[in-house]
């Protein structure tokens, strides 16, 4: 059973600052690793993935996330944010050995950014 | 164009009525996946279909019947509805490849609210 722990609830930031929003799962065999991202009263739409390789991904608008295994974690991070940023991400682990299982979701980060 | 068409965008109903959520894809996908957000939880998976056929289900009560009518479609009956039931309902797809790892693409969602 795989699960999924971001830590923070909610992240306030201003305008250029960087930000990391933070991903940690529990998973005993090999992992595909997702983050979302929700706009208020919108579906989730896809920033990045990895599932083996450079454990540096990059995602869309500026959106990168780092995987480390020793600390079981999925990072995403964003050097300069904008306020068009402002959402809930949530960070997604799928059993890597099935395509086409189903995501688990964190509880999500929300980022407000302000200006 | 939307890709993922959900429909009704907002539904009310009744406890103990029926209702019939609709999703269709227009993504060229062979998977095809069902999610629930609620205020008390977080997202949560239901169930997955790959080519009309029922993958993976995680829903205790069978209340909740997915229906393949069409390869791109995947509506989702629910049956004697209680309040708890009222959540967002998302409709997502993906390829499904073994041996690749596609994201998956979710719809804008249907709002259901039983009173």
């Known amino acids: 059973t795989q699960t999924v722990s971001q830590s923070d609830a909610h992240v306030t930031v201003f305008e250029g600052d960087s930000v990391e929003l933070r991903c940690n799962y529990s998973y005993g065999g090999s992992i595909y690793l997702s983050w979302y991202i929700q706009h208020h009263g919108h579906g989730l739409q896809f920033l990045l993935k990895?599932?083996?390789?450079?454990?540096v991904v990059q995602g869309v608008n500026g959106f990168e996330a780092e995987f480390s295994k020793s600390d079981s974690s999925f990072h995403l991070r964003k050097a300069s944010v904008h306020w068009s940023d402002s959402a809930v991400y949530f960070c997604a682990v799928s059993a890597g050995n099935n395509a086409g299982a189903k995501l688990t979701f964190g509880g999500g980060t929300r980022l407000t950014v302000r200006p | 164009d939307p890709k993922i068409i959900q429909k009704p965008k907002y539904l009310v109903a009744v406890t103990g009525s029926e209702k019939i959520l609709i999703c269709e894809q227009y993504?060229?996908?062979?998977?095809m996946y069902w999610y629930r957000q609620s205020a008390k939880k977080p997202l949560e998976f239901m169930f997955s279909y790959s080519y009309q056929k029922l993958m993976d289900n995680q829903t205790a009560s069978s209340r909740f019947q997915p229906q393949s009518s069409k390869k791109n479609h995947l509506d989702l009956q629910i049956t004697a509805l209680k309040p708890d039931d009222s959540a967002t309902y998302f409709c997502a797809s993906s390829r499904r490849d073994w041996g690749n790892y596609a994201e998956q693409f979710f719809g804008p969602g249907t709002r259901l609210t039983v009173l």
């Open positions: 993504l060229g996908h062979n998977a």
């Open positions: 990895y599932y083996s390789g450079n454990p």
